[in-house]
C-alpha cells in the first residue's frame, strides 16, 4: 500500500493536538476511502474516522497503558463499512507511520516505549476489526443458512424455492458451511469449505468430524462438541486449527450449531468456518514486534515481566520451585558510544546478546534487554541449590564477555557489572525481585566492576532507604525538617567556651533524628546542599549574633564554627552569600569560623583558593578540617588560606589509654609545633577523658571539643558544660 507522503516536521509540530489529530485522519481517509463502499463524501467518511482515531491517539498516551481502545477502533472501522480486505491493511501502514508521529506529543515517553505501544494498538487494531467483521458475517451467513435450511424442512410449502435459496446462500456464502449428522459424518460442504482444506472434496468428505483432531485443540473443545451432539447446548464457538492434506495448518473461527427437527429432536449440526489463518501470522508478527527489541532480537521489558510474573507466581512450577535472576550492565559502555559513535555501540550491543544467548541455552533460561546496556538472564529450572545455579549463570556471562569484541577493526573490551537474586518463587513480585538485582548490580558496580554480587536483604533495605531519604530531601528543608545542635569549643588553658560548631541534624518524620552522615552525601549528590549550607549559616550567625546580644560585656564573644561541603567551595555566589548573611545578621566576619575538610583543598589551585582567599581577608577566620587523613603535603599549609588546623580524633584516641603510646604523643606535638611556628591555631576534636584533655593541654593545644565538655545540644545550654569522662 502507498501511503501519502509525510508532511514537514516543522508544520506537524506548529499545529495543537486537534489540528495535529485532523491531519492524521485527513491521512487516513485519503488511504481507506477508496476501497469503502459507502455513499458518503470523502469529508463525512472522515468525520467517522475522528473518533476512532481519538481513540488511538488517547490509547498511545494513556497511563496506565490499555490496548482495549484499539480493539474498539477496530470495530468502528467494520461499522463505517470498511469491510474490503484492504481497508485493515492500510489502516494498519497507516496507523505504523503517522500515529506516532502525530499524537506522540508526550515528553515522558520515550521513542522506543512509543513505538512498543503503537505496534501493539495495531495489534488490537487489527483484533478489534476481525472481530467485528467475523461477528458481522457471520450474523449475515448463519441468518441465512438458518432460514434457507428452515425453508428447506418445509417442502410442502415451497419446496422448490427453498431449494434454490439455499443453494444460492449455501454455494455463495464468503465462509465454509458444512453439514453433518449427529454421528459426525459430513452431508454436504459448499465450494468455500473445499477450497479451505486444499479444493478436494473428497479429502473432506471422507473424514469424520471427531477426526479433526490438532495438538493445539484445547480440552474445552471437544467437551463442547458432546454437548451439542447430546442436546444439551445449542450452539459453541472457538477458534481451532486443522491440518489441510497437505500438512499445513488451516486456523479457522469456527462456529457449530445444533439443527433440530420438527419435534425439536437433535438431528444434524451445522458449521460455519472462517479463515483467519493470514489473520493470525498478522496477529503473531504484531505480537513478536512488540514483545522483542528490534536491534537485538532478544526479548524485551514486556516480555520479560512476562515471563518472570510468571514464574513467581505462586505455585506455578511446583510446591519447590526457586529461579534466578541476573540483572547486567555494561560498564563503560557510555564511554564507547560517546568516543566512537552510536552505530559502533548498537554493534557491540548485538555481538553481547549473542554471547548471552549462548550461556542461556538450558530448560528454562532466557535473555531479554531491558534498553540500553542493560540486559537480564532468567533461570527457572534451579535444582535444590538455586544459589550455585544462579551463580554459575553469573560466571558464564562473565566468561562470555572477557573475550574482546572486534568492531571496524578495533577490540574492544566489555566488562559487565551483574547483580544476582534467587529464591523460591511465590515470595516477592515481579517488580520487587527487579528492584533487588538492579540495586545489587551497583553494588557490583561501585565494587569496581567485571564481578557479580548477590543479593543481600539487608543491603537492598538500605539502599531502598537512601533512595526514599534522597527523594524527601528536597521538601524537608521547605518543610522546615532540618534543626541544628550547637557542640562547644573550648579554651583547653582555661576551660572556658570559645565558641561553638554549628552541626545540622534531619527530624525526619519516619526514621526520627539523622545525623549529617545520613544525608549530607545526598545532598551533595542532588545539588541541595548548596541551599541547605546556606540555611545552615543563616542560622548559625544568627544564633552567633543572639549569643552576643543576651552576653553584652563579655569582651571574647563567642565564635560560630560552620562547614562547607566541597560543592559550595565550588559555588559562585559563595562569598556574596557570606556577606549578605554577616550583614543581615550584624555579626563581625571575626566571630564566624567556616570549617573545610583537608580532603577538599588536595590540590587545589588558585581559582578555587581565590574565594578562601577573600574571606579570610575580611576577617572570616578558616579551619582545616579532619587534619592528617588527606596525606596532604605539609609544605601546602604555607599558601592556603587557614587560621586553623582541626586536629583529626584519630590521632589523639590513643591518649585515653594508659600509658599513652610515644609514637601518637610524637606525632600530635609535631604537628602542633608545625601549626604555631605558621601562626596557626590547633583544635582537637573528640577529646573524651580528663586525662585526655590535660594531655592535649600539655602539648600546647589551644581549643578542643568533645563528649568530656559536652555533647551537641540546643543553643541555650552551651554554656553548660559537665566535665564529666564520657568512657
Not at 552541626?503 to 542532588?526: C, K, M, Y
Not at 590535660?694 to 558544660?721: F, M, N, V
Amino acid at each position: 500500500m502507498k501511503v501519502p507522503s509525510q508532511p514537514s516536521g516543522t508544520a506537524a509540530e506548529a499545529d495543537g493536538p486537534e489540528d495535529r489529530l485532523r491531519r492524521f485522519v485527513t491521512i487516513w481517509g485519503r488511504a481507506i476511502f477508496p476501497v469503502t463502499a459507502t455513499s458518503l463524501t470523502r469529508a463525512e467518511f472522515e468525520g467517522h474516522l475522528l473518533p476512532l482515531a481519538r481513540l488511538l491517539c488517547d490509547a498511545l498516551l494513556a497511563r496506565p497503558f490499555d490496548t482495549a481502545p484499539a480493539q474498539r477502533a477496530g470495530a468502528g472501522l467494520v461499522d463505517a463499512h470498511c469491510t474490503d480486505p484492504d481497508a485493515l491493511g492500510r489502516s494498519l501502514g497507516v496507523v505504523d507511520a503517522y500515529l506516532v508521529l502525530y499524537c506522540g506529543t508526550d515528553p515522558e515517553l520515550a521513542a522506543e516505549e512509543l513505538r512498543a505501544r503503537c505496534a501493539r494498538l495495531q495489534h488490537a487494531m487489527a483484533t478489534g476489526y476481525a472481530q467485528a467483521l467475523r461477528e458481522r458475517t457471520r450474523a449475515e451467513q448463519e441468518a441465512i443458512a438458518r432460514s434457507a435450511l428452515s425453508a428447506r424442512s418445509a417442502a410442502e410449502i415451497a419446496l422448490h424455492a427453498t431449494e434454490s435459496r439455499f443453494r444460492a446462500v449455501f454455494d455463495g456464502a464468503a465462509i465454509g458451511i458444512g453439514i453433518a449428522d449427529l454421528e459426525g459424518r459430513m452431508v454436504e460442504i459448499n465450494d468455500t469449505m473445499t477450497r479451505m482444506f486444499g479444493g478436494v472434496e473428497a479429502h473432506v468428505r471422507s473424514r469424520n468430524v471427531s477426526e479433526w483432531v490438532h495438538p493445539e485443540d484445547g480440552p474445552h473443545v471437544w467437551r463442547l462438541y458432546e454437548e451439542l451432539v447430546r442436546g444439551e447446548r445449542e450452539q459453541y464457538r472457538v477458534e481451532k486449527p486443522y491440518y489441510r492434506g497437505d500438512g499445513t495448518v488451516l486456523w479457522t473461527n469456527l462456529t457449530v450449531s445444533l439443527l433440530r427437527d420438527a419435534e425439536g429432536r437433535p438431528q444434524y449440526q451445522l458449521a460455519l468456518m472462517e479463515d483467519i489463518t493470514e489473520r493470525r501470522l498478522l496477529h503473531l508478527r504484531l505480537r513478536y514486534e512488540a514483545t522483542h527489541d528490534a536491534l537485538t532480537g532478544l526479548p524485551n521489558r514486556t516480555l520479560f515481566f512476562e515471563r518472570l510474573e510468571k514464574a513467581l507466581a505462586p505455585g506455578a512450577a511446583g510446591e519447590d520451585a526457586r529461579f534466578g535472576l541476573c540483572y547486567l550492565d555494561l560498564d563503560g559502555f557510555k564511554a564507547i558510544n560517546d568516543s566512537l559513535g552510536h552505530s559502533v555501540g548498537d554493534r557491540l550491543l548485538v555481538e553481547v546478546a549473542d554471547r548471552l544467548q549462548a550461556c542461556a541455552t538450558g530448560p528454562g533460561e532466557m535473555v531479554a534487554r531491558l534498553g540500553g546496556d542493560e540486559f537480564v538472564a532468567l533461570t527457572t529450572d534451579t535444582g535444590t541449590d538455586g544459589e550455585r545455579d544462579a551463580t554459575a549463570l553469573a560466571d558464564r556471562i562473565l566468561a562470555a564477555l572477557a573475550t574482546p569484541v572486534g568492531v571496524d577493526g578495533r577490540e574492544l573490551t566489555v566488562r559487565g557489572s551483574l547483580g544476582v537474586v534467587e529464591g523460591p518463587a511465590g515470595e516477592r513480585t515481579a517488580a520487587e525481585v527487579l528492584r533487588s538485582a538492579d540495586i545489587t548490580m551497583y553494588r557490583a558496580k561501585s565494587a569496581g566492576g567485571n564481578r557479580f554480587e548477590l543479593a543481600d536483604p539487608e543491603a537492598d533495605a538500605r539502599a531502598i532507604t537512601r533512595h526514599g531519604l534522597t527523594t524527601a530531601l528536597p521538601t524537608a528543608l521547605e518543610r522546615g525538617e532540618f534543626f541544628i545542635e550547637y557542640q562547644p569549643l573550648v579554651h583547653l588553658d582555661d576551660g572556658s567556651v570559645h565558641g561553638a560548631e554549628a552541626l545540622v541534624r534531619w527530624s525526619h518524620p519516619q526514621h526520627g533524628v539523622l545525623g549529617p552522615d545520613r544525608f549530607i552525601p545526598l545532598a551533595e549528590d542532588t545539588g541541595l546542599i548548596v541551599p541547605l549550607g546556606r540555611w545552615v549559616l543563616q542560622e548559625a550567625v544568627r544564633q552567633a549574633r543572639s549569643w552576643q546580644l543576651d552576653d553584652p560585656g563579655n569582651r571574647s564573644p563567642l565564635r560560630i564554627n560552620v562547614n562547607l561541603s566541597p560543592t559550595q567551595l565550588h559555588h559562585p555566589r559563595l562569598v556574596a552569600d557570606t556577606v549578605d548573611v554577616l550583614e543581615r545578621a550584624g555579626l563581625a566576619p571575626g566571630a564566624l569560623c567556616l570549617e573545610v575538610t583537608e580532603s577538599a583543598l588536595i590540590g587545589a589551585d588558585e581559582d578555587l583558593l581565590k574565594p578562601l582567599r577573600q574571606l579570610a581577608e575580611m576577617g572570616v577566620d578558616i579551619a582545616l578540617d579532619d587534619f592528617g587523613t588527606g596525606y596532604s603535603n605539609l609544605a601546602n599549609l604555607r599558601r592556603l588560606p587557614v587560621s586553623v588546623l582541626k586536629l583529626d580524633r584519630s590521632f589523639t584516641r590513643g591518649m585515653q589509654q594508659h600509658p599513652v603510646d610515644p609514637v601518637d604523643l610524637k606525632i600530635v606535638e609535631g604537628i602542633v609545633s608545625l601549626a604555631h611556628s605558621l601562626e596557626l591555631a590547633v583544635t582537637v576534636e573528640g577529646v573524651e577523658t580528663a586525662a585526655q584533655a590535660e594531655r592535649l593541654r600539655e602539648l600546647g593545644c589551644d581549643t578542643a571539643q568533645g563528649w568530656y565538655y559536652a555533647r551537641p545540644g540546643a543553643p541555650d545550654r552551651i554554656h553548660s558544660l559537665v566535665l564529666a569522662d564520657a568512657v
